[in-house]
């Protein structure tokens, strides 16, 4: 299935995430519809045109009637949703997702998945500290990266197909890579940081340094603002990683203490050398 | 003496941020003379019209001639600066500074100082990743912190007098504290982030993830583009306060790493809710 926009594509969990995938397709001309268990995000959505159908259920004949499925659910809720409903896909029907983990969550799909429909994973590098179809915004994704993640169980039709999803939603790099490479990175690029800014907040009872507070804090610490409910869970699906990654950290923090502690003048330099030296591949594309 | 444009300030170090006092000055209408030993930033200033009169050695008449001096040097200096040429002062003069730690400098730099003039100390917090008075910009007080730090030896008038400074120069909150206190938060709040931020990018060679990274990793680690000569500086000036932190936030880590390892879903989820509680009170002012 090509990027025709023809296609009838459905959202399936229409958060935050959701609610931008279809406000970037609704302007590229795409028919999309959308289920969410949440009556209010449907009726948001419709009214704020970013949807042409929205559904509170799961309705045989809409679900038929999509050519793409995006799934932007919670891991252990998108198995459910496959187990039980994959009996209405079009037969053709292509399917993918946004979910943060994916090692845990492709294979298990796959395995489960009908042999005439496809399932290529992805994972869009992009995202707000607010939550909520209502704060949809799909200007999140210029600048941002957009990783496929095939298995050797996908066609490369399909590895194209989610490439071009990346390109029209207006990534600015797309990449590609195994679930394990994907969940080694993501776990030292996404959630160690995330941890590391709630251990800022945590540590100490901070609130009265507020009005003293430069930009460095506040940008360590905006993504601090934490949906406790999906990451907790995508830090327990990548668990292994991530231990591994905090060790990897705890480490080299406590090198730095030890040479400050020494008063090594030196060995401090010669890390923030190396840290300036690093920083600079990381600046985004184009600037 | 009052912030009335007829004052003649001098600014001692024209880097970033002493070239931000001077376009901020310059604009409200003060006469700014500058020095510093690199004739670029001198004659880049002249050019630029950062400031009026531009030294790149102590003249002692231009010296004499400064209602205002604000000192924008390395702490030590900063301190040799003081001792060698406040002979030239003009008495009366009013002091003061950007300087990022304080116990170690105020206390000093008030005990060798004339009688007849008066150093009030304070730190702007506010600054950019990059360095040097091309950079200078003075958009970057808005919505910032100012820092006043009196000691029992400043008078009432010279407390006003510096936080008029911070107001004229734009700042959003004007607050106070002692050299002490103002050690304990800036060790929490800018240096124990500066240490973070470098460790992330020292703990391994991730340059190759540059493509996958997303908007969190990058906002963690924008300081980590840090210059080492000044930062180790302000590190060893605040070693105690600054490895205390460290140990506290190393120890949050672990216990981080900890609940994962366990596997304990809620006491992931209860840190996650503090930090998300405790975040809000770091929004900036009016926002």
């Not at 969410?36 to 449907?42: F, H, K, R, T, V």
């Not at 042409?52 to 659910?73: K, M, N």
């Not at 990266?145 to 939603?169: F, S």
């Amino acid at each position: 299935m090509e990027w025709i926009s023809k296609s009838k594509v459905m959202i399936v969990g229409l958060g935050l995430m959701g609610g931008s995938y279809a406000k970037a397709l609704k302007r590229l001309g795409y028919h999309v519809a959308a289920i969410d268990i949440d009556p209010e995000a449907i009726s948001y959505a419709l009214g704020a045109g970013l949807i042409d159908e929205g559904y509170t259920e799961v309705l045989p004949e809409a679900v038929e009637s999509a050519d793409a499925l995006i799934f932007a659910l919670y891991p252990g809720v998108f198995r459910n949703w496959i187990e039980e409903n994959q009996g209405y896909l079009r037969s053709g029907a292509m399917l993918t997702d946004v979910t943060g983990v994916k090692t845990c969550v492709v294979y298990e799909i796959q395995k489960i998945l009908r042999a005439d429909v496809e399932f290529i994973a992805a994972h869009p590098m992009a995202g707000r500290e607010v939550y909520g179809v209502k704060n949809s915004d799909d200007r999140i994704f210029r600048d941002a990266n957009y990783i496929v993640v095939p298995t050797e169980k996908n066609t490369p039709e399909a590895i194209e197909w989610c490439k071009q999803l990346g390109k029209i939603l207006g990534f600015a790099r797309i990449s590609t890579c195994s679930p394990e490479e994907h969940d080694r990175m993501i776990g030292f690029l996404s959630q160690l940081t995330h941890c590391i800014a709630v251990a800022l907040m945590t540590c100490t009872d901070n609130r009265h340094l507020a009005e003293f507070t430069g930009d460095s804090f506040r940008d360590l610490t905006r993504i601090a603002n934490i949906n406790d409910a999906m990451w907790s869970e995508l830090f327990l699906l990548n668990r292994d990683v991530l231990t591994e990654d905090i060790d990897l950290f705890i480490s080299e923090m406590t090198g730095l203490r030890d040479l400050l502690a020494k008063g090594d003048r030196e060995g401090l330099r010669e890390k923030m050398r190396l840290s300036t030296a690093r920083r600079a591949y990381f600046n985004k594309p184009g600037k």
